[in-house]
């Protein structure tokens, strides 16, 4: 699995590109690309739980332009390995 971590500003056009990258998460996940995605409580970010490779999350992301809007910055990317949960979602 990897994690994404967004971090949000105050730049309210990020605000603007949200329903259509909301729209997108709802078929990524049932696509099976994703497990789960929010913001954080405080909406001064967002933590996304993708399924897929590097390589899969990476075309997402340039596939959306959600993640390049005002206001939003992908502060990291990292591979997760769970130890409780489902280890194998698509499966």
């Known amino acids: 699995m990897i994690c994404v971590e967004l971090t949000f500003s105050d730049d309210p056009r990020r605000l603007e ?3 259509a990258h909301r729209e997108r998460l709802q ?3 049932a696509g099976g690309d994703i497990l789960a995605s929010g913001p954080w409580a405080d909406d001064s970010g967002a933590l996304l739980i993708f ?11 340039a596939e959306d332009p959600y993640y390049s809007a005002p206001g939003v910055e ?3 990317i990292r591979e997760w390995s769970p ?7 698509n499966a």
């Open 17 to 19: 590109a949200r329903p």
């Open 27 to 29: 078929a990524l996940y």
């Open 51 to 61: 399924t897929g490779d590097r390589a899969r999350v990476d075309q997402i992301l």
């Open 74 to 76: 992908v502060t990291s």
């Open 83 to 89: 130890v409780v949960g489902p280890a194998q979602p």
